[in-house]
């Protein structure tokens, strides 16, 4: 094993470990050195990373004193007879808790050990209420669909824990808030679609002006019931309300109201929306809650519609936005956003699913998901198992039957002074709270040390930006400290009804002088690629989609320039470390991705697919960037790793692709003609068998784990499915290039793609030729 492999070996441990990966792991010691490392320092973080062998304190945590609050941890320096201890962040002495009194050099608390790095207590403070979750369902769609989707909600009650509150809101042409504490008969409450309602008319509607968490009220016990306020005849526990919700969901119909069928049916999304918003604000301020919209089409009716009744009206696309031939779509988008900045205010968050074949306003709507945490899940039916099995992920339960979620959660970030925040990039919304560790520069949301996160799960991972503060002297190297340190610390609502806290602290060292070697041996170029992506689709929100590719080129050219080995104008020289070699390749998937590349998708999948970017940790963010590609043949039936390239297509191999969005299992042409012929089915073709089974079990245990879960395709060579592998291969064979236009090698068995996109080899001769020009 090369001192490359160790490296990344010792950065994966310290993944399972914290949580945590950084582009550098040795910081510069100054902001002038800091600046020509190109890519910015940056730490991917995931706060509730399961880590089942990790000590549960049940105390409060030892912090240092205003206004540092930085949490006792293995880097503070302890003077056990002073009974002191020294803050690393602000250098201030803090006496040591009246209960520490025993502690020797040998008997330490578990919050100094060297392995605690990351720990978590179960704070005193109990959640102000049990979580609450807030069904809100779309009754415009057809009968099969409403039925199994009203299947799978009936389901979930049986996931949810006895004391949690749930809650019914169903739209169409109205939208109707059902009084599930009304057990006489049905009951509902219903608001006109074309109209726009404000909080304060929500709530005299529904009677709810008496708050039922009025503050300065006595805290509950966690998983007791409430004291019944005005919120209780439409919030009810699992245990109490489950046959009348039940009840209320198997009595769904269709919505009644005729359409015609040059038209769309009248569906007021905006308003059920901010109806449900509305309820949680009066009654459930900043207490973890869910509102769960299923919308199985788009918004025509009153705020926040996206496209008009008529079916000759059709909703807009990629195209319609770049020339601004949009006629609902900012309205709908300022109105969304507004929603969003008051639900995450409120602490609570928002998912959307989505059953259908065409859009429904995801583009619009997207800012409800991103600000508060919420999932968004994009499917063509409530009837596939995409959706069923999605919805079901999560109510997962931990070892403890607690659900793995955790609700408004808060994370804040302190800095030693050598280091400052730039920002976040994540499913947040900034706190604007100021420190000394708040830098000068913005990336991302920034110009805070603090963002709220209504809702988080395991998997939900956070890109954290930074800059080094120093301005650098010829002083500078003589008393600068060794290492530069942040601690993370993450407050949350565990679904046990108590507020956990998780503290991170990670230290790095600090580079010696000017053109420390240290440096660039402790890239790490997995997390850079995924820290830079994100930069990247944070731009394309805002700027032209070119503007966006020419950033990252120009990025890519000016990191090859600094650390690659050449001589000057002699592209043949030029030779990158191992810790570099892959990352031209991720940005030259990442240039060719969906998250950049709009053409083929509707903006409903864009927005979707940069959500999910967002989320996931560097392992999955990698697998979205450039997919994996697994070969099997009759010589590797276990099968084996190849390139992403179109050379990999063979017709006797079986190719398994695992985009992360769509597993596809592609078979070539002659495997295809054989299984045909049914020959796998015929004695002493065994092996044939086997093969054909193979990557199917490999498929599974890549759906197995994932979520949400991913569309599964099994398509032959030549079959209109390929698209979806050819589209993502590296194409090396083309019909301009040597082997497919003229029979040169591979021109036999490599599938020749029909595409004007360079080839990875032509983009790795441009970026050559121009980090070797000093042109950049």
């Known amino acids: ?129 049990p979580p609450i979750f807030l069904f809100v369902v779309d009754t415009c769609q057809e009968e099969d669909s409403l039925a199994s989707l009203k299947e799978s909600l009936i389901m979930s009650l049986s996931l949810l824990p006895e004391h949690a509150l749930v809650g019914l809101i169903t739209f ?78 198997e009595q769904l119909q269709k919505d009644p109201w005729p359409v015609s069928s040059d038209r769309r049916n009248l569906r007021c999304t905006g308003v059920a929306l901010s109806v449900a918003v509305g309820l949680l604000e009066t009654s459930f301020q900043n207490a973890g809650g869910r509102i769960m919209l299923f919308a199985g089409g788009p918004a025509t009716e009153g705020p926040g519609m996206v496209v008009g009744p008529e079916l000759k009206e059709p909703i807009r696309s990629h195209h319609d936005i770049d020339r601004d031939n949009i006629k609902y779509y900012k309205k709908a988008l300022k109105f969304y956003d507004n929603l969003a900045k008051r639900t995450a205010h409120n602490g609570h968050t928002i998912d959307i699913f989505a059953g259908c074949l065409d859009q429904v306003g995801l583009l619009e709507m997207k800012g409800l998901c991103n600000s508060t945490g919420g999932h968004m899940i994009l499917t063509d039916s409530f009837t596939s198992s995409m959706f069923k099995q999605s919805f079901i992920r999560i109510f997962e339960k931990d070892g ?34 100021k420190s000394t560790s708040v830098g000068e520069t913005e990336c991302g949301i920034g110009n805070t040390c603090s963002w709220k996160m209504c809702g988080i799960d395991p998997s939900a991972s956070y890109g954290i930006y930074f800059e080094i503060a120093n301005q650098g002297g010829p002083t500078q190297h003589q008393q600068a400290p060794q290492q530069g340190m942040m601690q993370f610390l993450t407050y949350y609502q565990h679904s046990s009804g ?54 990252v080129d120009r990025m890519l050219i000016r990191l090859c320039s600094r650390f690659a080995d050449y001589r000057k104008d002699d592209p043949s020289s030029f030779r990158l470390e191992k810790n570099f070699t892959l990352y031209p390749q991720f940005m030259f998937h990442l240039r060719r991705s969906q998250f950049l590349q709009v053409f083929n998708n509707s903006p409903d999948e864009t927005a979707f697919y940069r959500h999910v970017l967002n989320h996931e940790d560097v392992s999955n963010s990698l697998v979205c960037i450039q997919p994996t590609l697994d070969a099997y043949t009759f010589d590797n039936i276990e099968g084996q790793p190849v390139l992403l390239d179109s050379s990999s297509i063979q017709p006797t191999s079986i190719l398994l692709l695992d985009s992360f969005f769509h597993i596809l299992i592609f078979s070539g042409e002659t495997i295809a003609e054989w299984r045909k012929a049914g020959y796998h089915d015929q004695e002493g073709y065994e092996n044939f068998a086997a093969l054909l089974e193979r990557p199917k079990e490999d498929a599974r245990d890549l759906i197995t784990d ?21 589209s993502k291969l590296n194409p090396s064979t083309t019909h301009t290039s040597g082997a497919g236009a003229y029979g040169g090698v591979g021109a036999q068995s490599a599938q020749t793609i029909f595409t004007d996109d360079v080839s990875l080899q032509t983009f790795m001769e441009h970026l050559m030729k121009l980090a070797v020009s000093g042109t950049n």
């Open 1 to 129: 094993m090369d001192s490359y492999e160790r490296q990344k070996e010792s950065w994966g441990l310290i993944e399972d470990r914290d949580g945590v990966r950084l582009s550098w792991n040795v910081f510069p010691s100054s902001r002038m050195e800091a600046s020509r490392l190109v890519v910015p320092i940056g730490a991917l973080y995931t706060p509730l990373k399961e880590k089942p062998d990790a000590p549960l304190l049940q105390f409060e945590p030892v912090t240092c004193k205003q206004p540092c609050r930085s949490v006792l941890n293995p880097y503070c320096q302890v003077d056990v007879r002073a009974r002191l201890w020294i803050c690393p962040f602000c250098l201030s002495r803090n006496p040591l808790p009246p209960h520490y009194k025993d502690i020797t050099a040998n008997a330490i608390p578990p919050e100094l050990h060297t392995a605690n790095t990351t720990i978590e207590y179960r704070l005193s403070r109990p959640a102000p209420s």
């Open 706 to 726: 994932r979520f949400p879960l991913p569309r599964f395709i099994v398509c032959d060579q030549g079959g209109s499915q390929a698209r979806f592998l050819l």
């Open 498 to 551: 108590q507020f956990h806290l998780r503290v991170t602290t990670i230290a790095r060292p600090l580079s010696g002088p000017a053109g420390d070697p240290a440096i660039a041996q402790s890239f790490d170029q997995e997390a850079a690629a995924v820290l830079m992506s994100r930069i990247a689709v944070f731009k394309a929100e805002v700027d032209d989609g070119p503007d966006v590719l020419r950033w």
């Open 172 to 249: 169409g042409t109205m939208a109707q808030v059902h009084e599930i504490g009304y057990t006489e008969c049905a009951k509902s409450y219903v608001f006109r679609g074309s109209k726009e309602y404000t909080a304060k008319q929500v709530q005299e509607m529904l009677a709810l002006t008496q708050p039922a968490m009025r503050p300065g009220m006595p805290p509950q016990q966690p998983g007791r019931p409430l004291p019944m306020g005005p919120a209780s005849r439409f919030l009810l526990p699992v245990a109490q309300a489950e046959f009348q919700l039940t009840k209320a969901l």
């Open 400 to 433: 403890d039957d607690n659900l793995l979620m955790g609700f408004n959660a808060v994370l804040e970030v302190l800095t030693t002074k050598e280091l400052k925040v730039t920002g976040l990039i994540g499913h947040a919304v900034s706190l604007n709270k």
